[in-house]
């Protein structure tokens, strides 16, 4: 384009600018054509689900138990028993998770040593293999009673749960401005009190958030699951016994040969994926409100 | 766990130190300050006790094998005899090709999505990619299972098999019966899990650079590529490395979206295109098989430890070019 008509008019061709426009170009398509690849894909594997999934989704999918392939059989212990362990899982990574944020924002200075060190752990923490949790509850709570146990399933997903929270409350509690403390403590108020009815009150919104993205974190995860709370083909509300899991179903569903089977274990993939989704879209949305 | 508060808060009380030890102290809020470093305690102890479990159970196989253990390439439950080498060459090289195939796709999508795309379409798909990061791990396992396996089967597999069967060199990267599964399908899948999540924190980074910077580069006659290569990526790098730390640690610890599409074939071979096992995936196979007490337990385990040293070792990497280039 750049070196045809030039001559009548004065203009120099200018081959670095030529270079440079070459480059841009080319830098244009190339970032079109990634962006187009990654969103193809990812449409793809959204359809794969919706379109797989909605066919296997029916009444007797959510409403009956899990059952030997050719029997009218469903998800429904799968799914409740997943809704008992992520329970459960943040009804003990909640406290944790906010007791350790709260000591790092609100003890934690920067010549703490105990409380960097403890920032570090959680960092780490975050990123550990998922697996590993399951074989670290395995050693601890499964191996010395000799059985799988919902419990340990609910600790190993407490463990993931606990750093995304104590993440989100430090940072949150960082948020609140020092002047409201020192307001708290010219009124008289002790600092317990001060940290929880001022501070940790007015961060309440990303709080709340760090939990429920703790909470979308954990109800997908399957592999540390495999080793803790096992699976179960029947109902099981014990704490103490096997439980299934719907991610753990869909894991043994969709190797297996049978067609119902490889049905459920789509359906079950829609509904966690949905699931984790619409927790996302309404942190989204209430953080746009906040 | 509350057996472990309840013993901690004297050590905890003495390590968290001295933050307010002028002012007069009332009793509940001593109570509190130990609760919340007794759970800051906690944190710790999990993780401690996560290294040192994984270590003390994997001791077995170290003792038996040594440190060989790792580069040992043989893994025969029949005979009971154990190397690492074999699922550690798997997750390694399935991970590089996993970042080696997202990181195109993030760093193109996030340059198109900050510099390019209409705002309208870049908030509907920056918004849609940062929710794909939050999809299970195991849902791209089944889509790699169903999708990607039986188009390596049945399309790639016999395409490079019939063009490029006796071409020196890549001749032994393709070799192997059209299964499906192996570490290149495994990459793949992997790449296409971690580029979301590499995409949206990309994206995120370069959107944090002052416009003022972006607006001068323009100013002076910056093509489009002459500002995200000369001025947004040199202001990110520490940011870009980051991201593309994080992903590597998310596929190597990555278990269900691998498990499905490796193959689980304990060997090492140059062949990308054959079945293989990576660290994860052999210890989800293979842990429930393995009876309490046994060599083969305990050599898993010290897979466990082995890959968590690789999931530290990927962290402080990231730590590292992030504090040098700050």
Same mark, same amino acid.
């Given at each position: 384009?750049?070196?045809?008509?030039?001559?009548? =008019?004065? /203009?120099?061709?200018?081959?670095?600018?030529?270079?440079?426009?070459?480059?841009?170009?080319? !830098?244009?398509?190339?970032?079109?054509?990634?962006?187009?690849?990654?969103?193809?894909?990812?449409?793809?594997?959204?359809?794969?689900?919706?379109? @797989?999934?909605?066919?296997?989704?029916?009444?007797?999918?959510?409403?009956?138990?899990?059952?030997?392939?050719?029997?009218? %059989?469903?998800?429904?212990?799968?799914?409740?028993?997943?809704?008992?362990? =992520?329970?459960?899982?943040?009804?003990?990574?909640?406290?944790?998770?906010?007791?350790?944020?709260?000591?790092?924002?609100?003890?934690?200075? &920067? =010549?703490?040593?105990?409380?960097?060190?403890?920032?570090?752990?959680?960092?780490?923490?975050?990123?550990?293999?998922?697996? *590993?949790?399951?074989?670290?509850?395995?050693?601890?709570?499964?191996?010395?009673?000799?059985?799988?146990?919902?419990?340990?399933?609910?600790?190993?997903? !407490?463990?993931?749960?606990?750093?995304?929270?104590?993440?989100?409350? &430090?940072?949150?509690?960082?948020?609140?401005?020092?002047?409201?403390? &020192?307001?708290?403590?010219?009124?008289? !108020?002790? @600092?317990?009190?001060?940290?929880?009815?001022?501070? #940790?009150?007015?961060?309440? =919104?990303?709080?709340?958030?760090?939990?429920?993205?703790?909470?979308?974190?954990?109800?997908?995860?399957?592999?540390?699951? #495999?080793?803790? %709370?096992?699976?179960?083909?029947?109902?099981?509300?014990?704490?103490?016994?096997?439980?299934?899991?719907?991610?753990?179903?869909?894991?043994?569903?969709?190797?297996?040969?049978?067609?119902?089977?490889?049905?459920?274990?789509?359906?079950?993939?829609?509904?966690?994926?949905?699931?984790?989704?619409?927790?996302?879209?309404?942190?989204?949305?209430?953080?746009?409100?906040? | 766990?509350?057996?472990?508060?309840?013993?901690?808060? &004297?050590?905890?009380?003495?390590?968290?130190?001295?933050?307010?030890?002028?002012?007069?102290?009332?009793?509940?809020?001593?109570?509190?300050?130990?609760?919340?470093?007794?759970?800051?305690?906690?944190?710790?102890?999990?993780?401690?006790?996560?290294?040192?479990?994984?270590?003390?159970?994997?001791?077995?196989?170290?003792?038996?094998?040594?440190?060989?253990?790792?580069?040992?390439?043989?893994?025969?439950?029949?005979?009971?005899?154990?190397?690492?080498?074999?699922?550690?060459?798997?997750?390694?090289?399935?991970?590089?090709?996993?970042?080696?195939?997202?990181?195109?796709?993030?760093?193109?999508?996030?340059?198109?999505?900050?510099?390019?795309?209409?705002?309208?379409?870049?908030?509907?798909?920056?918004?849609?990619?940062? #929710?794909?990061?939050?999809?299970?791990?195991?849902?791209?396992? $089944?889509?790699?299972?169903?999708?990607?396996?039986?188009?390596?089967?049945?399309?790639?597999?016999?395409?490079?098999?019939?063009?490029?069967?006796?071409?020196?060199?890549?001749?032994?990267?393709?070799?192997?019966?059209?299964?499906?599964?192996?570490?290149?399908?495994?990459?793949?899948?992997?790449?296409?899990?971690?580029?979301?999540?590499?995409?949206?924190?990309?994206?995120?980074?370069?959107?944090?650079?002052?416009?003022?910077?972006?607006?001068?580069?323009?100013?002076?006659?910056?093509?489009?590529?002459?500002?995200?290569?000369?001025?947004?990526?040199? /202001?990110?790098?520490?940011?870009?490395?980051?991201?593309?730390?994080?992903?590597?640690?998310?596929?190597?610890?990555?278990?269900?979206?691998?498990?499905?599409?490796?193959?689980?074939?304990?060997?090492?071979?140059?062949?990308?295109?054959?079945?293989?096992?990576?660290?994860?995936?052999?210890?989800?196979?293979?842990?429930?098989? %393995?009876?309490?007490?046994?060599?083969?337990?305990?050599?898993?385990?010290?897979?466990?430890?082995?890959? $968590? *040293?690789?999931?530290?070792?990927?962290?402080?990497?990231?730590?590292?070019? @992030?504090?040098?280039?700050?």
């Amino acid at each position: 384009m750049s070196g045809t008509v030039v001559s009548t =008019t004065g /203009w120099k061709p200018n081959p670095r600018a030529a270079r440079r426009r070459r480059a841009d170009h080319l !830098a244009t398509a190339f970032g079109m054509v990634m962006a187009g690849i990654l969103v193809l894909v990812l449409a793809s594997i959204l359809w794969t689900l919706l379109s @797989r999934g909605l066919a296997g989704l029916s009444a007797t999918a959510i409403m009956k138990p899990m059952g030997p392939p050719g029997s009218s %059989s469903g998800l429904a212990n799968a799914i409740v028993g997943s809704l008992i362990q =992520t329970f459960m899982a943040l009804l003990m990574a909640t406290p944790l998770g906010l007791g350790c944020g709260i000591y790092l924002s609100e003890y934690g200075t &920067e =010549t703490n040593k105990f409380a960097s060190c403890v920032r570090f752990v959680s960092d780490v923490l975050m990123s550990v293999p998922s697996i *590993l949790v399951g074989l670290f509850v395995y050693q601890v709570l499964v191996a010395p009673f000799g059985h799988f146990s919902a419990l340990a399933g609910s600790v190993a997903l !407490a463990i993931l749960a606990v750093p995304i929270i104590v993440r989100t409350t &430090e940072d949150m509690l960082r948020l609140v401005p020092t002047s409201m403390r &020192e307001a708290g403590a010219a009124l008289g !108020a002790t @600092r317990w009190r001060v940290t929880l009815s001022l501070c #940790l009150r007015s961060a309440k =919104t990303g709080v709340l958030t760090g939990i429920l993205l703790a909470l979308a974190r954990v109800s997908g995860e399957t592999a540390p699951l #495999l080793f803790t %709370s096992l699976g179960n083909q029947n109902w099981s509300f014990s704490l103490n016994r096997p439980m299934a899991s719907l991610p753990v179903t869909i894991y043994q569903y969709a190797g297996a040969s049978y067609e119902d089977w490889v049905q459920l274990a789509w359906a079950g993939a829609l509904l966690v994926t949905m699931g984790v989704l619409a927790i996302n879209i309404a942190v989204r949305v209430s953080a746009r409100r906040g | 766990m509350t057996l472990a508060t309840a013993t901690q808060p &004297e050590e905890a009380r003495d390590k968290a130190g001295v933050s307010h030890s002028g002012s007069r102290r009332s009793g509940p809020d001593t109570v509190f300050h130990l609760l919340v470093a007794a759970s800051a305690l906690l944190v710790l102890v999990v993780l401690g006790g996560l290294v040192v479990l994984m270590g003390l159970g994997g001791s077995q196989a170290f003792r038996t094998f040594g440190l060989g253990f790792a580069f040992h390439d043989v893994w025969n439950p029949v005979a009971d005899v154990y190397g690492a080498w074999a699922p550690l060459f798997g997750t390694i090289v399935s991970t590089l090709i996993g970042v080696a195939i997202a990181l195109p796709l993030a760093f193109g999508t996030a340059f198109w999505l900050t510099a390019m795309a209409p705002p309208r379409v870049a908030a509907i798909v920056g918004t849609a990619v940062q #929710l794909l990061a939050a999809v299970p791990s195991i849902i791209f396992g $089944m889509w790699g299972f169903f999708t990607i396996v039986p188009f390596m089967a049945r399309t790639v597999q016999p395409f490079l098999t019939h063009h490029f069967r006796h071409v020196p060199g890549i001749r032994f990267i393709i070799h192997g019966a059209p299964f499906g599964t192996g570490l290149m399908t495994a990459g793949l899948v992997l790449a296409v899990m971690i580029a979301p999540f590499m995409t949206a924190v990309m994206r995120d980074v370069f959107a944090a650079m002052p416009n003022m910077l972006r607006e001068s580069a323009y100013g002076l006659g910056a093509t489009r590529w002459d500002v995200m290569w000369k001025v947004v990526v040199p /202001w990110s790098r520490s940011g870009m490395i980051g991201a593309i730390v994080l992903g590597m640690g998310r596929a190597l610890g990555e278990t269900m979206a691998v498990t499905f599409v490796i193959g689980n074939v304990t060997a090492v071979g140059w062949s990308l295109f054959a079945p293989r096992s990576t660290v994860a995936s052999l210890i989800a196979l293979q842990f429930p098989e %393995s009876p309490a007490g046994s060599l083969r337990l305990s050599a898993l385990l010290a897979l466990g430890f082995i890959l $968590m *040293l690789l999931s530290f070792a990927s962290l402080a990497l990231a730590r590292m070019l @992030r504090g040098d280039t700050k």
